[in-house]
């Protein structure tokens, strides 16, 4: 048995390989030579983002401009309604399966006393050197179902009028989500105002990717904050226009966006 598990285990943990293995195929075919590059992700895309940002410059020259965007990767480390870290346990059994510990930033793991949680963005953001743009909904879909409300905290499907329309939720159930939204900035205190070149856009549309679909990346009716679209955001940064760091207000207050909660 343990010889099987050992060989399941093996075809499991070849992450890295395959990112190394794409990496070295694309060096000679243009990315060694480039002069602008942007690693970018979406979902666990984007985790994997914060996660390989640095790696990601350290393959190119000096002289290239490397920058990262993560968009809704920024899962973040939270109790959810029955106090349990669901997505905490869930990560760290996930690193022990892909025997992926070593892949972590080494400043972060060194700096913790429990270096698993340096899988977490808000405590491997801190250690990326790499400008980076962290484009993430506060009341993102995903963290909503899976990390504030997984299944397992929600038997009796109180939360599932809520879960499938943020305009059935109780009152009682906008506090908690909003407290949701208030721990995630909390987290990205430091990086709003001493990141000088970082960029975020932060709304209160509840989604999950905004940057994969024209109707919310660039559209007439894309999501806005302070009349400004997320690729008008992005763009700002990207280019050095101008600071970008974006934050909503809290929800319902804003009325361009979308909620595709499905």
Known sequence: MEHHFQEIRSLITGGQRIWQAIIHDLLPKGLGQSRKALLSGCSAGGLST???CD?????????????????????????DISLN???????????FLHAAGHTLNKNCTDSLTHPELCIFPQYALPYIQTPFFILNSAYDVYQFHHILVPPSADFGGHWKACKLNPAACSQLQLRTLHGFRRD???????????????????????AHCQSETQDTWF??????????????????WYFSRRGSKLVDCAYPCDSTCHNTIG
């Open 50 to 52: 914060f996660l390989h």
């Open 55 to 79: 790696n990601f410059t350290s393959y190119l020259p000096k002289t290239t401009s490397v920058k990262c965007l993560s968009d809704a990767g920024y899962f973040l480390d939270e109790r």
């Open 85 to 95: 870290y669901t997505m905490r346990s869930f990560y760290q059994n996930m690193l």
């Open 184 to 206: 995630m900035l909390a987290s990205l205190t430091v990086f709003y105002y001493h990141s000088r070149r970082g960029g975020m856009y932060i709304n209160s549309c509840f």
């Open 219 to 236: 559209a007439v009716d894309s999501p806005r904050i302070k009349n400004k679209t997320i690729a008008e955001a992005v763009g700002d």
